[in-house]
Every structure is written in structure tokens, then in C-alpha cells.
């Protein structure tokens, strides 16, 4: 199917007439792949035609508890009208501290290291990596950054320098991934290779605020001791650790990958998850490093400009304590760990199956697909798989009704998937694989 044979009144053809490429980013699927959607329930979604999906994206990852979870509806729903239902007070937004956004705030900071003290509210992951390191910069009065190649860390300039590079320049040298951004003062170095990093970081410590990390690099798990020796490389240079948790957050563990790898930052970025589906950020760190945020020291050399209009707003705030809920309970972790293992044995058992050679990476509820014959451990090792291959596996999914992101990254699990809905995508995938992808 061509967009011309596309029926104008579809709600297809109209987001097409509307979003550039039908979509809100990311997604690049032709025209006649593109769909609306309408609702979601659990693990499932249903477009406005009336096809049911398979939901393996979850939001990208936002919506962990699982779509229109019961306990977070029912939290933003009192919320937002009252207790007491229609014409008692409730509100949305006050752009201010409310009682939702203090005992959020209080909740982040319990599960924090000793190092961690304060937090702010923004409304996405984006905007919490964003000041993050700007509070970098302004803390250590120094202009360079250092991230890994491959990594996301948002929207902003620095999250999307080297995401997509060719992985030919040499290191530290940053190469921009999208039109319209600078690079100037970004150092890239190659993720899960610690001498060259800790070499980076002496080399540039006079001019260096910071080292941002996803802990979980994309899908790929950090060595052992690589985390701890970023630490300790920061540490000897008077060098900040930013770890960006937008992923992370409350799905390895309920204290993220510091708790789950056991090494503290010194900034920390949430978002996704921490929100149960609904859209929030904060930035969580050292007192002597939050405190340059306040207001008192306005027109000083060490104020650093930090406000949300939607930030800490009573909605978001109360799906996040709603979904803060049930990732305390004891059997969530358990269950996330268990069900990412059995995935991604079911992958690699299918790809096996299929004749098809192959690297499953991930933890906790993440899994991912690399069509490569050597391991995979950095952005280099990974874009050396057949990506060509990992475009039609995506789109075949997708053909079969299974909702990912045909960029070909990693599929995520909720709560609400089970057994039944991982031997469903196992099936579809083993389909997939024998009629639509190449050897």
C-alpha cells in the first residue's frame, strides 16, 4: 500500500497529513504501517481501526506498572477531581510544592546514597539531564562533558551528540548526530573500556564537570568493576558522576543501577518509569551541589537558573506514588528479573531455532536483538551486527502486530506481561525470522 491508496479519512492518512513521517519522532515506518492508537490495557494496545497489538515498547519504557493500571488511575483520577469526586477540590497544576510533589520528593531522597540530598522537579527525562549538567558546569566551573558513544541522554544538545556517529572517529572527538546542535565542549569515550576512559578523564580534568553514564548503556550491561572505576576515576580528578536513570530508575531495582550496582553518583536523572505512564522528570543530588539552584543567590556567579511550569505537578506526582507502590512490593523485582531471563533465552532459543546467528543482550525486563557472530559490548561492537537485518525483523514484528520501535532497540516488559505474552512474541518473532528477515 502507497500513501495515495491510503482512504483520506483514515486516522492513518491524517496523522500523516499532521506529524512529519506520521509519528512523533523515532519511528520511521512506511506509510502503510503507520497507525493511530487508541487505547492500551495491560501489555496490549488497540489502534483506531480495532487491531490489537502486542505491546513490547511500553511507552519507551514509561509505562512499567502496565497500561491504565488500576492503582494509577485511580490515583490521578482522585487527584485530579477530589476525594470527594466532581466539584471538590482537586487541581492539575499549581506550579508550586504540593502535598503530591513533597512526598514524592521525599520517597526519591530515601532511596538515595549519602551523597545524594536534594531534588527538583521537571517534566521529563530530557530536561533532568539537562540540568543536571548544567548544575555540573556551574558546581565545578569547568565547560566539558564526557558521555559514552551510542549513549541517549536526551533531546538536548549533548544527548544526541554521537548517538548515532559512524564509529570511525578517534576519541575522544565527538561527532553530532542531528542538525542544529554543538558539540563544542563533548568528550566521547568508548563505553565499558576503563583505561581509555580513565586516560580521557586525566588528560581533560582541568576543563572536565562531569561524566554522564547511563549505568545500562542502552541494552548493554557494564563489565564488572567499570561503574566502580568511573567512580573512583571522577573521584581522583575532581570530576563529577552524572548518572542518567531515565531508564534505569526503578526497573533493575527500587533504588536503580546504584543500588543495583552498588556505586553512588554524584547527580542522578529520573524520568519514565518513575512516573508509572505519565510524564515527569527530577534530578536528584548533593546538597552542596543542588543548593546553587536557590533563588537566594540570584545575580551571584554561582546560581544556576532551574524552574518547571508542569514539573512536581499533583497528577504526575500522584501516578508516581501510585506506581511507587507496587515496585515496593516485595514479589516486583523477582518477578522483572525472572521474566527478562526467561525473554531473553526465549530470543536467543529462537534465533537458534531460525538458523540465524546472533548476540541477546540486556537486564532486568530488557532485551535486545544484535544480528552479530561476536559479542557485543560497546556502541562499535554493536553497529558491526547486521542493522539491515535488525530493520526487517522490526518491521515484521510490527506487520504481525507486535508494537516496537523499528529502529531496532530495545524491547522492554511491563508488569502486566507474562508467560502467555512472551511465548505469543516468541511465536510471532519465530515467524518473523524464517518468512521476512534474510540470511
Excluded at 138 to 147: D, E, G, N
Excluded at 167 to 182: C, H, K, L, N, Q
Excluded at 366 to 393: H, W
Amino acid at each position: 500500500m502507497t500513501p495515495a491508496t491510503l482512504s483520506a479519512d483514515t486516522l492513518a492518512a491524517r496523522a500523516l497529513a499532521v506529524f512529519p513521517a506520521g509519528s512523533n519522532g523515532e519511528f520511521n515506518l512506511p506509510p502503510e504501517l503507520v497507525r493511530v492508537i487508541d487505547r492500551g490495557q495491560g501489555c496490549r494496545l488497540r489502534d483506531s481501526e480495532g487491531r490489537d497489538m502486542l505491546d513490547f515498547s511500553m511507552g519507551w519504557g514509561s509505562v512499567l506498572p502496565g497500561h491504565a493500571r488500576e492503582e494509577v488511575v485511580a490515583a490521578v483520577a482522585a487527584r485530579a477531581l477530589g476525594e470527594a469526586g466532581p466539584g471538590s477540590w482537586g487541581g492539575t497544576n499549581f506550579s508550586y510544592p504540593n502535598t503530591q510533589s513533597l512526598a514524592l520528593g521525599e520517597a526519591l531522597l530515601a532511596l538515595q546514597p549519602t551523597r545524594a540530598r536534594r531534588v527538583r522537579f521537571c517534566a521529563s527525562g530530557t530536561e533532568a539531564t539537562m540540568h543536571c549538567l548544567r548544575l555540573a558546569r556551574a558546581f565545578t566551573r569547568k565547560r566539558h562533558i564526557l558521555k559514552f558513544e551510542g549513549a541517549y541522554h536526551g533531546s538536548n544538545d549533548e544527548g544526541v551528540t554521537s548517538l548515532f556517529p559512524s564509529g570511525t572517529t578517534p576519541f575522544p572527538a565527538p561527532e553530532p548526530s542531528s542538525a542544529g546542535i554543538s558539540a563544542d565542549y563533548t568528550l566521547i569515550a568508548p563505553y565499558n573500556d576503563l583505561d581509555s576512559t580513565r586516560r580521557i578523564i586525566e588528560s581533560a580534568a582541568n576543563d572536565l564537570a562531569c561524566v554522564i553514564v547511563e549505568p545500562l548503556h542502552r541494552c548493554l550491561a557494564p563489565r564488572d568493576g567499570f561503574l566502580q572505576g568511573l567512580r573512583d576515576a571522577c573521584d581522583a580528578h575532581g570530576v563529577l558522576l552524572v548518572f542518567d536513570e531515565v531508564v534505569t530508575g526503578f526497573r533493575l531495582a527500587y533504588g536503580g543501577a546504584q543500588h543495583y550496582y552498588n556505586v553512588p553518583a554524584d547527580l542522578v536523572a529520573y524520568g519514565k518509569a518513575l512516573g508509572g505512564g505519565l510524564p515527569i522528570g527530577a534530578f536528584v543530588g548533593r546538597q552542596d551541589i543542588m543548593d546553587i539552584v536557590r533563588e537566594d543567590r540570584a545575580g551571584t556567579p554561582e546560581y544556576v537558573w532551574t524552574a518547571s511550569t508542569l514539573g512536581g505537578n499533583p497528577i504526575s506526582c500522584a501516578g508516581a506514588l501510585a506506581a511507587l507502590e507496587i515496585y515496593r512490593r516485595p514479589d516486583t523485582y523477582p518477578m522483572l528479573h525472572a521474566m527478562g531471563h526467561r525473554f531473553r533465552e526465549g530470543l536467543r532459543r529462537v534465533l537458534r531455532d531460525a538458523g540465524h546467528a546472533g548476540q541477546v543482550i540486556g537486564d532486568g525486563p530488557l532485551g535486545q536483538i544484535v544480528f552479530s557472530t561476536e559479542p557485543v559490548f560497546d556502541y562499535r561492537s554493536t553497529i558491526r551486527g547486521d542493522r539491515a537485518k535488525s530493520r526487517q525483523m522490526m518491521l515484521g514484528l510490527f506487520r504481525r502486530d507486535v508494537f516496537v520501535n523499528p529502529m531496532g532497540t530495545k524491547l522492554y516488559l511491563s508488569l502486566q506481561h507474562d508467560d502467555g505474552a512472551i511465548d505469543e512474541f516468541l511465536e510471532r518473532l519465530t515467524s518473523v525470522l524464517r518468512e521476512d528477515v534474510s540470511r
